[in-house]
C-alpha cells in the first residue's frame, strides 16, 4: 500500500479548506480576499452636488490601509475594490474586514460609513451588484442591520 507525499496531503487539505464562494478568483488565488467592495457615491450637501469633496477610506483586515479620492463636479465618485491575500483565508476562521469612510467638504468632516464586512467574496452584499449609493452629507448617520452585520451611513442605497 502507497503512502501519499507530504506534498499531496498538502494540496489534498488546501483544496478541501477552500472556502466555496461562487467566486472564480477565490478558487484561483483561495488566500485572496475582497476586503472592500467597489462602491459609487453620489455626494451632496444641502442637496448640491458636494465638487471637489475628498473622501477617505480606511479598511482594516490585517493591516489598516488607507487611501483619499476626490468628487468629481457633480459630486460622484467611484472607490474600486480593494483585495488582500491571507493564509486565513483557508483556514476555519472569521473574516472582519472593517471599513470607515469620511468625507472632508466645505472646512467639515462627517463619518458617512462604518461597517463590518464578514464575507471576502467580491461584492457579496449585494449579490454580485457594486454599491451604489447617495449620501446627502447633511444627514445624521443611521445604524441598520444589513448583509449579516451593522452599518452605520448616512447614505442610501439606489
Known amino acids: 500500500m502507497k ?6 496531503t498538502w494540496l489534498l487539505l488546501l483544496l478541501f479548506y477552500i472556502p466555496v464562494q461562487g467566486n472564480a478568483m477565490a478558487f484561483l488565488n483561495p488566500f485572496k480576499a475582497c476586503t472592500f467592495s467597489e462602491m ?3 455626494l451632496t450637501a444641502n442637496g448640491e452636488p458636494a465638487a471637489g469633496a475628498k473622501v477617505i477610506r480606511s479598511v482594516n483586515w490585517k493591516e489598516e490601509i ?3 479620492f476626490t468628487a468629481d463636479d457633480s459630486g460622484r465618485v467611484e472607490l474600486p475594490a480593494t483585495h488582500e491575500s491571507s493564509i486565513t483565508q483557508v483556514m476555519p476562521v472569521e473574516f472582519v474586514s472593517s471599513q470607515v469612510i469620511n468625507v472632508e467638504y ?3 468632516n462627517y463619518k458617512i460609513w462604518v461597517y463590518a464586512k464578514r464575507d471576502p467574496g467580491e461584492n457579496s452584499e449585494q449579490n454580485g451588484k457594486p454599491f451604489e449609493l447617495a449620501c446627502e452629507l447633511s444627514d445624521e448617520p443611521k445604524i441598520q442591520r444589513v448583509f449579516d452585520s451593522i452599518l452605520k451611513t448616512s447614505c442610501t442605497f439606489n
Open 3 to 8: 503512502l501519499l507525499s507530504a506534498r499531496t
Open 40 to 42: 459609487q457615491l453620489k
Open 66 to 68: 488607507v487611501d483619499t
Open 106 to 108: 466645505d472646512g467639515k
